[in-house]
């Protein structure tokens, strides 16, 4: 697996604060993950009251139907690791989009447990996984009848023989770990993207994986 | 016992001698990370943690087995060390199978505090994804090398408190292991008296008791200072308080 060129990155200026302002464009993104890091921003509970009325959620599995990436987001919290071509493409054309590109909780960040396939596969230290062990695995040595690799080009996006941290296909702007990252801690962020901080300093407590 | 005297990030430090820099660092109240390091045990110098700069010395020294001398001038937070640091604990991360979300230690774990304190919110470096096979044979405890850095605190604690030198490492660089024995499966090894020290001087989920979960996991890692002091001072907790 080569890693994609750097990109370009847009130039990101926070809204300012107020009525009538425009919004600042948020997108959540779900990757191989579980969905605990959209979750967990759920867990916001009123404080998503305050945040609506600063933020315009643009693209989500949470808040929006949209099902095209959309041009000029802002921020995007990416949750998950890049385990298949769907999420290999989704992850770059968000970059091109985005200014300010989050990785959303550790799978994002470490590949985490979607990551753990990359153990199965040629053994011997730093082989890694590959997309066909793990196909044959779940598809045919479990299989309790009708043994077969899923099968439907254009359909079904294929695996990528490793599953990678978001870094290592796209440049990441900010790491925000957890497994899930507490919603206070998403908050922070949140609140820091709000006031304009750039970079974002995080304090050493909002940085514990797991 | 004489004194030294020292200077820590431009303080004066006065410690007895033969004191570690370490010992000299830390009673400056200067929060050197660790991790092979254990009181109690003897220091070996293989995390690179507590790397410090010695005025004069020409490269990093590692603070836990260097003696503190008079007149020495030492820093703790050059740009260098501080990049050197980080990029130790991200090798770390990297080198082994670290998955905070799935582990036991998952809350008491000292490899995830010193991420923290390093300010480690990725790594750098690509994951290594190594095969290794867990050891459940013994009736208590368990070893996942998956969650193992290495340090070598059961060895020491094994060998130099408990007197059974019932693990050792094997092999070389990235094949290098804890073996129980003469790699034999844990439960095999005779010499193995169940003491628990060595489980309980782990900094990571490699060494665990089975019956332990997330959240009841009760690190003894203090055993070993108080195990040395009694034993220094003839003195057992049971005895009543130690002399004055």
Known sequence: ?????????????????????PKLRLATVWLAGCSGCHMAFLDLDEELFELAKRVDIVYSPLASDVKVYPEAVDVALVEGAVANSDNLALARSLRRRTGLVVSFGDCAISANVPGLRNL?????????????????????????????????????????ERVLPLH???????????CPPPAPRILALL??????????????AELQFG | MGVITLSVNGAAVAVPSGATLLAACRSAGIALPTLCYLEGLSPVGACRLCLVELEGAGRPLAACVSEAAEGMVLRTDTPQLVNFR?????????????????????????????????????????????????????PLFSLDPNRCILCT??????????????????????HCRIVAGLDQPWAEVEACTSCGQCVDACPTGALFRKDD?????????????????????HSWRNQGPPPP
């Open chain 2, 86 to 138: 980080r990029m130790g604990v991200e090798l770390f991360f990297a080198e082994g199978n670290h998955v905070c979300a799935i582990c036991v230690a998952n809350g008491c774990c000292e490899l995830q505090d010193v991420a923290v304190a390093v300010g480690m919110d990725h790594s750098r470096f690509p994951y290594r994804y190594p095969q290794r096979s867990v050891d459940a044979s013994h």
């Open chain 1, 1 to 21: 697996m080569s890693h994609s060129p750097p990109l370009p990155q847009a130039s990101w200026s926070p809204p300012p604060p107020g009525d009538g302002s």
């Open chain 1, 120 to 160: 199965l596969g040629a053994p011997g230290a730093g082989s890694g996984g590959s997309a066909a062990a793990v196909l044959e695995r779940g598809y045919v040595e479990l299989a309790d009848s009708q043994p077969g690799y899923p099968r439907a080009p254009g359909i079904l996006p294929e695996l990528l």
């Open chain 2, 213 to 233: 979960t997330n959240v009841t996991s009760h690190p003894q890692r203090q055993r070993a200072a108080l195990l040395q002091e009694a034993r220094q001072r």
């Open chain 2, 153 to 174: 605190r059961c060895v020491r604690a094994c060998d130099e408190l408990e007197g059974a030198h019932v693990w050792d490492v094997a092999e070389r660089g990235s």
């Open chain 1, 168 to 178: 290592a296909v796209i440049p990441v702007d900010l790491w925000l770990p957890g």
């Open chain 1, 191 to 204: 609140q820091a993207l709000l006031r304009g901080e750039r970079p974002v300093q995080l304090g050493a």
